[in-house]
């Protein structure tokens, strides 16, 4: 079940550096956005952005038009929080990205790391990619991590699908090309060892 109860619930009972996602900075994510969209007034969403420093460091290499979404208040109000006075140079969204609606704002990079391979029912991967198509502008990227081939078969008590590229990108459907993808290794606070795909696609025009 993807309730705000649910992530409220752990953001409240973890601290920022326990949970098992959790990384000083989300290196990859970075170097990849920032290649991807080296203009600076490019418009970014991070979509389950959570905790996660990526809005900061973002904020911090000049990025302008930035957008976070979470499911869970908590997390959003905590992040905020530690932005102090930039947070209001970004746009937050607080709800389910399955039935959120970003109106008419589009975005030039969609990122999300580990909040899709949470989406185990199929008709919520459908809303997840229609939310794509309509928010991301036609030529704009998509940079996905999930949970790899032999990454966890569960995250937080909660099920997850675990992608290789081409299950991924089938995901996606036409109109999506793939650009790259690579593996990467998270290290989890607790000591242990996570396997997570990155892909990135590009949405045609
Ligand atoms: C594993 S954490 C990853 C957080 C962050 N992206 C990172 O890499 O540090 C998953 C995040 O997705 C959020 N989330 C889960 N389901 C969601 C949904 N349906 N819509 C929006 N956010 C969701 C959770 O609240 C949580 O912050």
Redesign the pocket.
């Known amino acids: 079940m993807?309730t705000s109860e649910y992530?409220d619930n752990i953001y409240r009972s973890k601290r920022f550096d326990a949970v098992s996602?959790?990384a000083p900075h989300?290196g990859e994510s970075l170097r990849l956005i920032e290649q991807l969209c080296p203009d600076k007034t490019g418009a970014i969403a991070d979509?389950?952005?959570?905790e996660?420093t990526l809005v900061d460091d973002l904020l911090s290499r000049g990025y302008e038009d930035l957008a976070v979404?979470?499911?869970?208040a908590a997390?959003i109000d905590f992040t905020r929080h530690r932005l102090g006075p930039n947070a209001q140079r970004v746009r937050w969204h607080v709800?389910?990205?399955?039935q959120h609606d970003f109106g008419s704002k589009q975005f030039d990079v969609w990122h999300d790391?580990?909040?899709f391979h949470?989406l185990t029912d199929a008709a919520a991967r459908q809303a997840y990619v229609n939310l794509v198509r309509a928010a991301v502008k036609p030529g704009g990227y998509v940079l996905m991590a999930t949970f790899g081939p032999d990454g966890p078969a569960k995250?937080?008590g909660l099920d997850v699908v675990r992608y290789d590229d081409q299950r991924l990108h089938g995901e996606f459907g036409h109109g999506f090309e793939m650009l790259g993808r690579q593996m990467a290794e998270h290290h989890t606070p607790m000591g242990t060892s996570q396997q997570f795909l990155y892909c990135w696609f590009r949405l045609n025009d």
């Open positions: 993807q992530w996602w959790y989300l979509i389950g952005g959570g996660s979404l979470d499911i869970s997390a709800g389910d990205v399955t790391r580990a909040v949470f995250c937080s």
